[in-house]
């Protein structure tokens, strides 16, 4: 299918061909009839992302303060390749369109196949021939609206979402600061609620086509403009001056701010709807004690992915207009004729000539506010062919049924579940890089993924289908690097099919899951499976076991080892906040450090006692030689200081591992000093290059069944640990 997308290093924008989304449970596949461009928002990332590396710092400087927290944690190197790895990545564009239901997932059966709905999010409404879109950013088109009007309901929703937070009543007056598409449509609104309107705009045009829409005066923001709408607000008011100002501009000018401020009435509501500049003259606002609001996208919802992804609705008794009902209620009002958007529409162009249309949107060469793109008509919708699924451009070689401990003379075909930033910035770049690996096959969730796995690491298929992937017979390793909930399930499906498995952590979220994943391996005799606990093979901790000495069964007596993790907060909106999804942050990440301490001590754990608040995680780990692991799981400490340090006491001898940048050991009088001259390195490398020794000839994975169970358990023995508030026995 088609697909607008651009990447946010280059600026270069292209129509991509791209493998069609799937069904999910929780929403609908949507075929495109038309999507809105939006003149605003999506040109201002457009025109970031055209900027120098330097003016995109200079424009996100929050994203400047993060590189800068990650490089003291991870280095100079890994920061590097993941910021160019998520800069140098197509990202897509869109979020407001008209489509037609072609496929209802389940919990979604409010809709049906050929259903005409208006779609939101800039995640799920996107420029693309098909969608999918959860419920609660979908909503029916009613009976007599145009698709190419329904396609304004998103912006729509933005600009109603603007009104309500105003609090507008009948009779009052508002002054529209910029009158671009949310301004024009924030108008109408106020028009429609019986609000008297007055708006300011640099462009002419745009002024002339609200006072049609029903505004009283509109004027550019020059002082013979403002002056002439302050004349009017006073005379409507009888001296008061405007009850609201909305401002619906961008830009760096504090113009919008301070003109607000001059034209509102004592105790008015100045409500921010676009991105503008906030340097609130202090004397003006207090004079007047002015209140100032945000209104945040399209309403109550907005970014809470429960509402958005998992479709847990709010009661209407307590949060009366969220953004799927502001949605539903843009639509009545274009319905009933109360809100006109026909004017807007400014040019109808088909999906392939969006370039062109964006080009001549940021040279301004096109005037007008509303761009639509176009995607066939209504009445062919329900009866096209399925899109497709899966792109090949490399042909698979006949598969050929083997023994998957046989030894592989070629390259070691690899196919891969799940493509996001870990895996494209720590895994893929050293698989590319081995002579003896083939990248054949990767499937994603989402169609862009895929497409910038294959643009950079040369994959052979991409698909948003994970059979196609699990179903390749030719294939010598699959990589599993989903999100944690799916991690157990993927494994379980691709041991049955018989490959051998590669699986990032945590291998599973609970105890049925890993009996499960041991069931299968039983039922299969297929054990061909690795974890990507990574850190066992890092060239320094390698090093500091070495200059310790192996401790299990040695007459050294028994090691003391503490792993302090510094592991920071997480970020809103993280997934790792939804523990159905990712675990518990220690369940997640703890099989790490669980595994490292075990390599260092040359055992598996027997009993595990945890102490903790919140996601802070104290975990003391006893072996059966006598040896004793500590682990310390912190959240709230310093991003400048080292993100893993641990340390290690045994037989007269001390060693200290620094962020896998330096390791000490001192032993008598003497002190060895080792430090990583390339960078922090995690062992990844090491490790892949491990697995696929494994593959290759058949031999034993770099770390066996029993012990990535055993680390398994002792990460699970945590959480009933900290809910017991005893010591696990393992």
């Not at 409404?125 to 698709?147: D, F, I, R, T």
Request: net charge neutral; glycine share 12%.
């Amino acid at each position: 299918m088609k697909q607008v997308a651009q990447n946010y290093r280059s600026g270069a924008m292209d129509v991509l061909d791209v493998p069609a989304p799937a069904c999910k449970p929780g929403g609908v596949l949507v075929r495109s009839l038309f999507s809105l461009i939006s003149t605003g928002t999506e040109m201002m990332k457009v025109s970031e992302a055209r900027m120098s590396l330097l003016g995109k710092a200079r424009a996100r400087p929050d994203q400047v303060r993060k590189l800068l927290d990650s490089v003291s944690q991870q280095g100079a190197v890994a920061t590097y390749q993941k910021a160019m790895n998520k800069l140098d990545s197509y990202t897509p564009l869109g979020y407001s369109l008209c489509g037609v239901v072609v496929e209802v997932g389940a919990g979604a059966e409010q809709f049906s196949v050929g259903q005409v709905v208006a779609a939101a999010g800039n995640d799920c409404a996107l420029h693309a021939e098909v969608n999918w879109v959860p419920l609660n950013l979908c909503v029916p088109v009613p009976a007599g609206v145009a698709p190419e009007h329904a396609a304004f309901a998103t912006v729509g929703a933005i600009a109603m979402q603007g009104v309500r937070r105003a609090e507008v009543a009948l009779g009052e007056t508002a002054c529209v600061i910029g009158l671009g598409l949310i301004g024009q449509l924030v108008v109408r609104l106020l028009v429609a609620s019986g609000v008297q309107v007055v708006g300011l705009d640099t462009v002419e045009a745009r002024c002339r086509a609200a006072e049609k829409a029903g505004a009283l005066a509109c004027a550019v923001p020059d002082d013979a403009g403002v002056a002439k709408l302050e004349s009017v607000l006073l005379e409507r008011t009888g001296g008061l001056g405007a009850d609201h100002v909305l401002l619906a501009a961008g830009g760096d000018s504090n113009g919008p701010v301070e003109t607000a401020a001059r034209l509102a009435r004592d105790r008015a509501r100045i409500v921010d709807i676009g991105k503008t500049r906030l340097d609130l003259p202090w004397n003006a606002y207090y004079d007047k004690e002015l209140d100032v609001r945000f209104s945040r996208s399209y309403g109550p919802g907005r970014y809470d992915d429960r509402y958005e992804l998992e479709g847990i609705d709010y009661p209407a008794g307590y949060v009366r207009w969220t953004e799927r009902r502001n949605l539903a209620c843009f639509l009545d009002l274009l319905a009933e004729g109360s809100v006109d958007v026909a004017s807007l529409v400014s040019g109808v162009n088909p999906v392939e000539e969006a370039v062109a249309v964006y080009d001549k949107l940021a040279s301004g060469e096109l005037s007008g506010v509303g761009f639509l793109l176009s995607y066939g008509s209504p009445e062919d919708a329900p009866d096209a062919p399925p899109p497709a699924r899966t792109i090949t451009t490399k042909a698979a070689p006949a598969a050929a049924s083997r023994n998957r401990r046989q030894a592989t003379t070629g390259a070691v075909r690899v196919g891969f579940v799940g493509a996001g930033n870990y895996a494209a910035s720590m895994l893929l770049p050293h698989l590319r890089e081995d002579a003896r690996v083939e990248l054949v096959s990767v499937a994603t969730t989402t169609s862009l993924s895929g497409l910038n796995a294959q643009r950079k690491f040369g994959f052979g298929t991409i698909s948003t289908d994970v059979d196609a992937v699990l179903d390749d017979e030719s294939l010598d390793a699959v990589f599993v690097v989903t999100r944690h909930d799916s991690h157990a399930g993927l494994v379980c499906r691709a041991l049955e099919r018989g490959h051998t498995v590669f699986v990032e952590k945590p291998l599973a979220l609970s105890e049925e899951q890993l009996g499960d994943i041991l069931a299968v391996v039983e039922a299969t005799g297929n054990d061909r499976l690795m974890v990507g606990f990574n850190r066992r093979f890092a060239p320094l901790v390698t090093e500091l076991g070495a200059r310790m000495g192996a401790r299990a069964g040695s007459d050294g007596g028994p090691v003391s080892a503490r792993y302090l993790v510094n592991a920071g907060r997480l970020t809103a909106g993280s997934w790792y906040l939804n523990e159905e999804l990712a675990g518990s942050r220690f369940t997640g990440e703890g099989g790490h450090f669980i595994d490292t301490l075990g390599a260092l001590v040359g055992a598996d754990p027997v009993e595990v006692h945890a102490a903790g608040s919140g996601p802070d995680v104290h975990v003391t780990l006893r072996y059966g030689d006598g040896s004793v692991g500590a682990i310390s799981y912190v959240t709230g400490g310093s991003m400048r200081f080292p993100k893993e340090t641990i340390d290690v006491t045994a037989g007269g001898r001390t060693g200290l591992l620094e962020n896998f940048r330096r390791v000490t050991v001192w032993s008598g009088k003497d002190k060895a000093v080792k430090r990583a001259l390339a960078g922090q390195d995690k062992g990844q490398r090491a490790q892949l290059a491990r697995f696929v020794d494994a593959v290759r000839s058949g031999g034993p994975m770099p770390i066996p069944l029993a012990s990535l169970a055993a680390t398994t358990r002792a990460t699970l023995a945590v959480g009933t640990s900290l809910s017991t508030k005893l010591p696990v026995a393992l």
